[in-house]
């Protein structure tokens, strides 16, 4: 079985920064497109950045010029670079991978359990 594992979320002032980690374990072929969502009180989960086996990446609007997604293909993982937090940043952010896997013709989705990081004002 596939698993996403987060990393990195914590407690920090505005205007502070986070490293958001995700490492995917298992019998992994290779990881296609990957995204950071987040959900915070009382809102719906939103999409925050995606980036694709080609390395295209896209972001929300509200996260623009502040977060940057990459990836590690050689390490299963992808990362999540947070500058200039702000209390509107203060959710719960979840790592998001389609998956090929080894002895599975398709690629399956899989979502991490979830790192919270709250920003303080």
């Known amino acids: 079985q596939v698993q996403l594992v987060e990393s990195g979320g914590g407690l920090v002032q505005a205007g502070g920064s986070l490293r958001l980690v995700c490492a995917a374990s298992?019998?992994?072929?290779?990881?296609?497109?990957m995204g950071w969502y987040r959900q915070a009180p009382g809102k719906q989960r939103e999409l925050v950045a995606r980036?694709?086996?080609?390395?295209?990446?896209d972001y929300v609007d509200s996260v623009k010029g502040r977060f940057t997604i990459s990836r590690d293909n050689a390490k299963n993982t992808v990362y999540l670079q947070m500058m200039s937090l702000k209390p509107e940043d203060t959710a719960v952010y979840y790592c998001?991978?389609?998956?090929?896997?080894?002895?599975?013709?398709?690629?399956?989705?899989?979502w991490g359990q979830g790192t919270q990081v709250t920003v303080s004002s």
């Open positions: 998001n991978a389609a998956v090929r896997e080894i002895g599975y013709r398709y690629s399956r989705d899989y």
């Open positions: 298992g019998p992994i072929l290779s990881l296609v497109a």
């Open positions: 980036i694709t086996s080609g390395g295209s990446s």
